[in-house]
């Protein structure tokens, strides 16, 4: 028997809890395949307190607020592991471009003219709504003005990690690489106290910092024990630019200069080779692959299945909305795992249980907070997703952990909790409701700052 509330129990008394959720199926990911039928699971103070029958829920427990949930599955929170939130405001602005025309031509002008705190605090607040209304409840950013990357998180009731962005160049938000640093980090103090929101070091990528930048924040990571968020091996042109300027390759780089470690998260890592895959594993890295924006951009497609063998941590990222068009982590599961199988030439390459993984706890692992969040566990903050299995479209089912993959969509997200709270709710037949967004505020929004930047769209 637990310790919670031993004293009731033994008196058959039932426990008062803030929440009980009955649910048809609860997958907690942890361990893999593990799927549990008619179960509840009790929330209280943030936390899972239990998971137990509904029928000896109803003994156990006395709950402030029960919901019935018999035609739903439980997930944990979804995390997004790599995205640009307040890019969603260039959603489909420059589309069928390769990636350094892209860049250069639509996306730099248009971020050099327009990014400002408010395009920062408008752009991620519309990223947020859609993320939670997909079953995202933790997103790891990368974007200026960090400060109103959090803001706009804390607003919609959601976790973030905020990277704090540094490039030489100079833009709205800082002049140069030690001013982005110190901008970075007083953002990060500003918000060190709030619980749904982390921060990590962003360098943007190989080839808009200098090596004495990256030592400079290999040293403050140290000292801070911050993580570390970078663009690795996206395009041919990224690699082909570092041999020309470098004589090695971007990896080889980062290797000599002391960035390879456990806090290293990088995204994307399309173009590797198998030594650079092996080096990966012995340092303990974690790659966020974002299958979506690599197919758009035509940069190609991440080794998954190689990464996976070799023991790379591998987790899902979205990319930012203006090089993927959605954020949406139902989305990438599937496809991560039907690219895998098909760039392999094995269907068990990458199954649906593990695809899962990579978007749950596979995430929080490469994050630090696998103790915390990533699963259904007791003990861990109550970061839930219900989805809900009726619709004609999605039937019949068998296998509900394979049906969340290669079926289900974010449009059968129903409830979406964090730390217990609810922040998200689908109504049959109405537009969904979230506890801190207005859709008017949203759609406002979008309309705004679609007229300021028609002029890059095409």
Avoid at 13 to 38: C, D, G, M, Y
Wanted: aromatic share 6%; hydrophobic share 40%.
């Amino acid at each position: 028997m637990s310790t919670y509330d031993q004293n009731n129990s033994e008196q058959n008394i039932p426990s008062k809890v803030q929440t009980a959720i009955e649910a048809r199926w609860i997958v907690p990911v942890v361990p893999r395949n593990q799927l549990f039928e008619h179960c509840t699971l009790i929330v209280d103070q943030g936390r899972i307190v239990d998971i137990l029958p509904t029928e000896q829920a109803r003994l156990k427990y006395a709950a402030l607020q029960t919901l019935i949930l018999n035609e739903h599955v439980l997930i944990p929170g979804l995390i997004n592991l790599h995205t640009h939130g307040a890019m969603t405001l260039m959603r489909g602005m420059a589309d069928d471009l390769p990636l350094m025309t892209w860049l250069q031509q639509y996306t730099w002008p248009a971020e050099k003219q327009f990014v400002s705190p408010h395009f920062v605090r408008d752009g991620t607040l519309l990223g947020c709504a859609e993320m939670l209304a997909g079953g995202t409840t933790y997103f790891n950013d990368m974007y200026f003005f960090p400060n109103e990357v959090a803001e706009s998180a804390v607003k919609a009731g959601m976790r973030v990690n905020v990277g704090l962005v540094v490039m030489e160049s100079a833009t709205a938000y800082a002049n140069d690489a030690d001013d982005y640093l110190q901008k970075g980090l007083e953002a990060r103090d500003a918000w060190r106290d709030n619980s749904l929101v982390r921060a990590s070091l962003a360098p943007h990528a190989p080839y808009t910092v200098e090596n004495r930048t990256f030592e400079n924040i290999i040293t403050y990571a140290e000292q801070l024990g911050l993580n570390i968020h970078t663009h690795l091996h996206e395009s041919r042109d990224e690699i082909a630019q570092s041999l020309t300027k470098y004589g090695m390759r971007p990896l080889q780089r980062l290797e000599q200069l002391g960035l390879l470690g456990p806090n290293l998260v990088a995204a994307h890592g399309v173009h590797l080779e198998p030594e650079e895959i092996h080096h990966l594993a012995s340092y303990g890295c974690h790659i966020a692959h974002c299958p979506t924006s690599n197919l758009k951009l035509a940069n190609g497609i991440a080794p998954v299945a190689g990464l996976l063998q070799a023991g790379v941590n591998v987790a899902i990222g979205t990319d930012g909305a203006a090089s993927n068009n959605r954020q949406d982590m139902f989305a990438e599961m599937r496809l991560a795992a039907l690219l895998a199988k098909g760039t392999s030439g094995d269907a068990t390459a990458l199954p649906a249980a593990q695809a899962l993984e990579m978007a749950t706890i596979n995430a929080a692992r490469a994050l630090g907070q696998e103790g915390e969040i990533g699963s259904l566990e007791v003990g861990k903050l109550a970061d839930v997703v219900a989805v809900k299995m009726t619709a004609s479209e999605i039937q019949p089912y068998f296998q509900p952990i394979s049906h969340l993959v290669y079926s289900l969509g974010r449009e059968h997200v129903s409830h979406v909790w964090v730390a217990g709270e609810l922040r998200y709710q689908q109504l049959e037949g109405q537009e969904g409701i979230y506890a801190n967004m207005e859709p008017a505020e949203l759609k406002e929004i979008s309309a705004i700052w679609q007229t300021q930047l028609s002029q890059y769209g095409v």
